[in-house]
């Protein structure tokens, strides 16, 4: 039997043929939000809406009403022009270990801050787009498993955070920064994700040992005991999350991280349709007022 073919996402040559100038850019926005027409909130009739020169809005043919497409969206209220914003979005999915804001800041001649501020708000939306949906069913295991990331700075603090991963085999994955590795922490974030009834594999931690009062099929994984195979798809994905962090953004921060796992988890949940990354993101934001 043939091996189903992944698509491949698009390629920058595909990218810039499709968004060539600026107006191609706000164009996409404005037919993707409301569509060649729509009805006017001001006047109520169905109307077509004509680009307003110098401005990043349309206006309603009958009334003069204006919308704009970036309302809502990160674009709006920045200097920074829609392409550079789409380029950057571009290349946070066709990349799996992530985009540094010095590459940005590089490629596209922002400053480091501006740069920065586009890469934490594109975290952000995949982290919407993608969204944390329930894991498992009774038929369907359910991997579980802590790590930490980070380590100790420069002056000998440990700097270590804890981060719960939650993966169902062939499917989603859903990751949380915790306080702490205890079950105090540990009970909830899974019984919050994961349906009750479904069999967990997790290593021995004494953190998962009380699953099955929650209603859950545990199966804990002694690695020390020569155990092995139980937490094998959450190992890798944490694998490929720190080759992304520590190659690419060498360390985040508490106050960040969970946006930086939600980058990799939209990326890791959407494997099987790389083609289609680009174009939830710029489907992601809130319908036009």
Known sequence: MDKIKTPKGPTLRQF??????????????????????????KCEREAKYYRVKARRSYECEHCGYQVYPTAGTPFHGTRTSLRDWFY???LFTSTRNGVAAKRVQREIGVTYKTAWRMCNLIRQYMGYVDGDGMLGSPSTIVETDKTFIGGYDKRGKNDKKVVLGMVERGGNVVTTHLPSRSGKYVI???????????????DAARAFESLEIYGYTHHPYNSLKGERGGTAVIEGF?????????????????????????????????RHEPHTMFDRLLLSFPPGA
């Open 16 to 41: 810039q043929a499709r968004f060539p100038t600026e107006d191609s850019c706000l164009e996409h926005l404005k037919l993707v939000r409301y569509g060649a027409k729509h009805t006017c909130a």
């Open 88 to 90: 950057v979005m571009f």
């Open 188 to 202: 909830p974030a899974i019984t919050k994700t994961v349906r009750r009834g479904s069999p967990i594999n997790s």
């Open 238 to 270: 944490w694998g490929m999350l720190k080759r992304g962090i520590n190659g690419t953004y060498i360390s985040v921060s508490q106050k960040h991280l969970q946006s930086y796992l939600n980058e990799f988890e939209f990326r890791y949940n959407l």
